[in-house]
């Protein structure tokens, strides 16, 4: 098992992907990284700036998704004081503070539009300007970002600038999969366990096959964040030596999560359902609606006063 900068596989499609990371950390280049939820995106972009010549400099991370516009132009641009309510001091933002650094932008293609342009000037003119200000600040950063999209489509759906994409995709890089990596769940299933075993609480020495297999089988739409909570969940809620699969999350034990579980429907409820469809399929016409649930009016009626309709 290899353990690269923080990502531990024994996957041969990691290790030539790893391969890529060295290659592209000799250079300055723009990269996007392609890769889904819990793939491992932001590793792979510290990664590439520890390994560059730029590792003694900062690395500014920020997820785009997780901030308004006003915010995110705040947080990447800096403002100056009064720029908007609250401003009561300047700020400088990631580009300033990174400056001779690394800029990772995980989510860009969640960037609103009036950022997007902001974010364009940066990277042909390696000039912004704070919001609020006046004053063009000039700096010297590589850009790295991130997403699950595609940024061709966005492009074509119209919520994303194409000449933007062009300018972060220069290097597109495609980070695999959980379910793509051979032999990655095993391995990290076994990884996850030594990790949890150090706490104390609990010590695991062997996975039940029943267990394994349901890992083995899982699609693991989270990848490797969900395989880590999955087993946590399983240190949290099990006892003894062995991890069975009943200690396992619902969902891969075949059974959909407890919160998506509909409650057992009473009689009532049921009833109750019956009369509102036949009500509304008759146009809330009383007696065509009693004949079409075999009943007669009045029984309807009362039933109505019973359900409080």
């Known amino acids: 098992m290899t353990c690269f900068h923080g990502m531990v596989t024994a996957a041969p499609q990691m290790l030539e992907f790893f391969e890529l990371m ?46 308004t516009g006003e915010l995110l132009a705040s947080e990447l641009f800096g403002h100056v004081r009064g720029a908007f309510t609250g401003a009561v001091k300047d700020h400088s933002g990631l580009f300033a503070e990174a400056d001779s650094g690394t800029v990772f932008l995980d989510e860009i293609a969640e960037i609103p539009p009036e950022i997007q342009a902001r974010l364009l000037r940066v990277l042909q003119e390696r000039v912004f300007t704070p919001v609020g200000g006046t004053q063009p ?38 980070l695999p999969q959980l379910i793509e990596r051979t032999g990655d769940v095993e391995a990290l299933t076994w990884h996850w366990i030594e990790h949890f075993n150090e706490g104390g609480y609990r010590r695991l020495v062997y996975v039940e096959h ?89 029984t309807l009626w009362r039933k109505l006063k019973e359900h409080r309709l």
């Open 137 to 174: 600040v000039r700096i010297d950063v590589r850009l790295l970002s991130a997403t699950h999209r595609s940024l061709r489509d966005q492009v074509e759906r119209g919520r994303f600038r194409e000449d933007l994409m062009y300018r972060v995709r220069v290097v597109p890089l495609y």
């Open 210 to 298: 029943e267990a394994m297999d349901a890992l083995l089988t899982y699609e693991w739409p989270g990848n490797v964040r969900e395989l880590r909570n999955a087993l946590e969940y399983a240190f949290a809620l099990g006892e003894g030596d062995t991890l069975r699969i009943q200690e396992l999350p619902p969902e891969l034990r075949g059974e959909p999560p407890v919160h998506a579980r509909r409650p057992p429907e009473t009689v009532e409820a049921v009833e109750k359902a019956r009369i509102l469809e036949a009500l509304r399929a008759a146009g809330g016409r009383k007696g065509e609606a009693a004949s079409r649930l075999g009943m007669s009016r009045s």
């Open 22 to 67: 060295k290659r592209l950390s000799r250079t300055d280049s723009t990269v996007l990284i392609r890769g889904e939820t819990g793939t491992g995106k932001e590793l792979v972009a510290k990664a590439l700036h520890n390994l560059g010549p730029r590792a003694d400099k900062p690395f500014a991370p920020i997820n785009c998704a997780t901030l």
